[in-house]
C-alpha cells in the first residue's frame, strides 16, 4: 500500500490564473511570430499556416511532456522552472529571429518552416507544459476529475481567446513587436520567480531547484537573450499593424525613394518629380491611365491599394482637378508616406482606411472613369479581392466606358495569372493583357496588367503608349489573349487558391 502524500493542491484561484496566463501566452507569442517573420519570408497563406501548425506542435508536444512529467515528480516543483525557462525562451527568440531571418530570407518552404520554429516553438512548448502539471495538483478527489479537467480546460482556452483579441486590437497597435517579445518575457520572469518565492514560503520542500549558482545562469541567459534581442538589426523603420516598413534613398536620385514593405520592393516616389515612374508596372498604368480621357482632362479614379501613393501623385500631376479616392488597409503606412514620401491628402485625393473589398461595395455605382487595383499581401493580390464578386463590384462602381487596370505578380507557369483574367473576363467583356514578352513565355516571374472595360478598349492607343516606356512589352487581346488562358478556372468567393496558384 502506497502511504506517499500526494502534493497540495494549489489555491484554486492561483492554479486558474496560471493556466489562464499560460495558455494566453502562447497565442501572444503566436500572433507576435507572424510579425517577427514576415519582413524575412512575407505574409502569405505558406507562412501563417507553418506558424500556427508550429504552435499547435509544440502546445501538443508541450502538454504531452507535462503530463508525464506530472506523473513522475512533484508539479510544484516544476512549475516555476516552467516559467523562467519559457521567459528564456521568450527572450532569445528575437535574436534568433532577427540573425536567422537575414540567413534564410526568401520564401522557400524549408526556411520558412525552419523561421516559424525559430519564432514560436521552444516558449510555447514550455508554457504549454504549465496546464497539465497544474491540473495533476488540483485532482485531489478522483470523483472531481471531470469537473477540474473541464473548468482550467475552459480557462485555458478563455486565455487564449482573450490574448488573440487583446493582442490584435490593442497590443500590436500599441506597441512595436520586439518590445511586445521583451516585455512578455519579463513578465514570465517576474511570475516564475514569484510563484518560486510563494511556494518556498508555503512548502520549503517545493523550492526552486538548484543552488543559487543555476539560477544566476539562468537570470544571466534570459537578460543576454533580452539585450541581444533589444540590439538584433531590425529591416523595418515602422513597424504597423499590418507591414514592416522600411524607406531607402536611390544613392543616384536624390529625390528617389523605395518604399519596402515585409522585405517586398513596393513602390518608387521621386520627390522631385511625381511623374516619374520607375518600376515598369508602373509606367504601364501610366500609359493606361493617359488614356482614359482626353490627355490633361480631369477623371474620377479609384484606387485599391495606396502603397507609396505613386499612380494617385502621378495622376494629380498630369491631370490637375481629378477626383481621386484611395483604398488602403494600413493607416499607419499612410501616415509613413505623409512623413517620408511626400503624401499630400487634401479634397482632391481622399484616402480611405479600411478593407478594399468593404469600401468598394460602398461607393456609388457608375462613379469612376478608372479604377486601378495595387493592392498586394507580400506578391499575391488577397484572395478576396481576385474573385468574380469582386470583379462585378468594380465593374459596378465604373462608368460603362470606364477602364479597369489590375497590377498582378506572378511565376512560371503562370497559373495565378490565367485564372485571374478568366476572372476578369467572366466579368468584362473586353480584356487585355500587358506583360513583358518573357513572362508570356513562361521563362520569368513578372508584374501583368489586367486592363478590362465594358466598352471596347482602344488597343491602339494602348499600344502607341506602351511604346513609350523603357522596356518592350506584350499587348495581348482577343484570340491571343484566349490561347494564353488556356481554360483557367474562374476565382470565386468559394474557390480562390491565389496563395497555391501563386506557387506554382
Known amino acids: 500500500m502506497d502511504t506517499t502524500e500526494p502534493p497540495r493542491a494549489l489555491p484554486n484561484k492561483l492554479a486558474t490564473a496560471l493556466v489562464f496566463f499560460a495558455s494566453g501566452a502562447v497565442l501572444v507569442l503566436e500572433i507576435v511570430a507572424l510579425r517577427l517573420v514576415g519582413p524575412y519570408v512575407g505574409v502569405t497563406l505558406q507562412v501563417s499556416s507553418s506558424v500556427i501548425g508550429i504552435a499547435l506542435g509544440a502546445i501538443a508536444y508541450g502538454t504531452w511532456l507535462g503530463g508525464r512529467l506530472a506523473d513522475r515528480f512533484d508539479p510544484r516543483l516544476l512549475l516555476a522552472p516552467a516559467l523562467i525557462l519559457a521567459a528564456i525562451g521568450t527572450a532569445v527568440t528575437l535574436p534568433l529571429v532577427r540573425w536567422g531571418g537575414e540567413v534564410l530570407r526568401g520564401g522557400a518552404a524549408p526556411a520558412v518552416l525552419l523561421l516559424a520554429a525559430m519564432a514560436v516553438f521552444l516558449p510555447a512548448f514550455l508554457l504549454s507544459a504549465i496546464s497539465p502539471l497544474v491540473v495533476k495538483l488540483q485532482l485531489g478527489d478522483l470523483r472531481r476529475?471531470?469537473?477540474?479537467?473541464?473548468?482550467?480546460?475552459?480557462?485555458?482556452?478563455?486565455?487564449?481567446?482573450?490574448?488573440?483579441?487583446?493582442?490584435?486590437?490593442?497590443?500590436?497597435?500599441?506597441?512595436?513587436?520586439?518590445?511586445?517579445?521583451?516585455?512578455?518575457?519579463?513578465?514570465?520572469?517576474?511570475?516564475?520567480?514569484?510563484?518560486?518565492?510563494?511556494?518556498?514560503?508555503?512548502?520549503?520542500?517545493?523550492?526552486?531547484?538548484?543552488?543559487?549558482?543555476?539560477?544566476?545562469?539562468?537570470?544571466?541567459?534570459?537578460?543576454?537573450?533580452?539585450?541581444?534581442?533589444?540590439?538584433?538589426?531590425?529591416?523595418?523603420?515602422?513597424?504597423?499593424?499590418?507591414?514592416?516598413?522600411?524607406?531607402?534613398?536611390?544613392?543616384?536620385?536624390?529625390?528617389?525613394?523605395?518604399?519596402?514593405?515585409?522585405?517586398?520592393?513596393?513602390?518608387?516616389?521621386?520627390?522631385?518629380?511625381?511623374?516619374?515612374?520607375?518600376?515598369?508596372?508602373?509606367?504601364?498604368?501610366?500609359?493606361?491611365?493617359?488614356?482614359?480621357?482626353?490627355?490633361?482632362?480631369?477623371?474620377?479614379?479609384?484606387?485599391?491599394?495606396?502603397?507609396?501613393?505613386?499612380?494617385?501623385?502621378?495622376?494629380?500631376?498630369?491631370?490637375?482637378?481629378?477626383?481621386?479616392?484611395?483604398?488602403?488597409?494600413?493607416?499607419?503606412?499612410?501616415?509613413?508616406?505623409?512623413?517620408?514620401?511626400?503624401?499630400?491628402?487634401?479634397?482632391?485625393?481622399?484616402?480611405?482606411?479600411?478593407?478594399?473589398?468593404?469600401?468598394?461595395?460602398?461607393?456609388?455605382?457608375?462613379?469612376?472613369?478608372?479604377?486601378?487595383?495595387?493592392?498586394?499581401?507580400?506578391?499575391?493580390?488577397?484572395?478576396?479581392?481576385?474573385?468574380?464578386?469582386?470583379?462585378?463590384?468594380?465593374?459596378?462602381?465604373?462608368?460603362?466606358?470606364?477602364?479597369?487596370?489590375?497590377?498582378?505578380?506572378?511565376?512560371?507557369?503562370?497559373?495565378?495569372?490565367?485564372?485571374?483574367?478568366?476572372?476578369?473576363?467572366?466579368?468584362?467583356?473586353?480584356?487585355?493583357?500587358?506583360?513583358?514578352?518573357?513572362a508570356l513565355a513562361g521563362e520569368t516571374g513578372s508584374n501583368f496588367v489586367i486592363v478590362a472595360s465594358r466598352s471596347p478598349l482602344r488597343l491602339d492607343q494602348i499600344r502607341q503608349r506602351l511604346d513609350l516606356v523603357d522596356e518592350p512589352v506584350t499587348l495581348l487581346s482577343g484570340a491571343d489573349l484566349t490561347r494564353f488562358i488556356d481554360g483557367a478556372r474562374v476565382l470565386t468567393d468559394d474557390y480562390a487558391p491565389v496563395d497555391q496558384l501563386l506557387q506554382g
Do not use: K
Not at 237 to 258: F, I, K, S
Not at 320 to 327: E, K, Y
Open 145 to 438: 476529475t471531470g469537473q477540474v479537467v473541464g473548468r482550467l480546460s475552459s480557462v485555458g482556452t478563455l486565455g487564449a481567446i482573450t490574448a488573440t483579441l487583446g493582442t490584435g486590437f490593442v497590443v500590436v497597435a500599441a506597441m512595436p513587436s520586439s518590445w511586445i517579445l521583451l516585455t512578455l518575457a519579463a513578465v514570465l520572469a517576474v511570475a516564475g520567480f514569484g510563484l518560486g518565492w510563494w511556494l518556498r514560503r508555503q512548502d520549503p520542500a517545493a523550492s526552486l531547484p538548484g543552488r543559487a549558482r543555476t539560477r544566476a545562469v539562468l537570470a544571466t541567459v534570459g537578460l543576454a537573450g533580452a539585450g541581444l534581442g533589444a540590439v538584433a538589426p531590425t529591416p523595418c523603420d515602422v513597424e504597423t499593424a499590418y507591414h514592416c516598413a522600411q524607406v531607402t534613398n536611390d544613392r543616384d536620385a536624390p529625390g528617389g525613394r523605395l518604399l519596402i514593405l515585409n522585405s517586398a520592393r513596393h513602390s518608387y516616389v521621386d520627390l522631385n518629380d511625381p511623374t516619374h515612374l520607375e518600376f515598369a508596372y508602373t509606367q504601364w498604368l501610366g500609359a493606361i491611365t493617359d488614356m482614359v480621357r482626353l490627355p490633361g482632362t480631369p477623371i474620377d479614379a479609384l484606387h485599391i491599394g495606396g502603397g507609396g501613393f505613386t499612380v494617385p501623385t502621378y495622376v494629380r500631376t498630369t491631370r490637375a482637378g481629378s477626383d481621386q479616392v484611395v483604398l488602403e488597409l494600413d493607416g499607419e503606412l499612410v501616415e509613413l508616406d505623409r512623413e517620408l514620401l511626400g503624401l499630400r491628402t487634401g479634397p482632391d485625393l481622399r484616402v480611405r482606411v479600411g478593407d478594399a473589398r468593404v469600401h468598394v461595395a460602398e461607393e456609388p455605382t457608375g462613379g469612376y472613369d478608372l479604377v486601378i487595383g495595387d493592392a498586394f499581401g507580400h506578391l499575391v493580390v488577397p484572395w478576396h479581392l481576385a474573385t468574380r464578386e469582386m470583379a462585378a463590384d468594380i465593374s459596378r462602381v465604373l462608368r460603362a466606358d470606364g477602364i479597369y487596370a489590375q497590377n498582378v505578380i506572378d511565376y512560371p507557369p503562370n497559373r495565378f495569372i490565367r485564372a485571374e483574367l478568366a476572372t476578369v473576363a467572366d466579368v468584362f467583356p473586353h480584356v487585355a493583357l500587358v506583360a513583358p514578352p518573357a
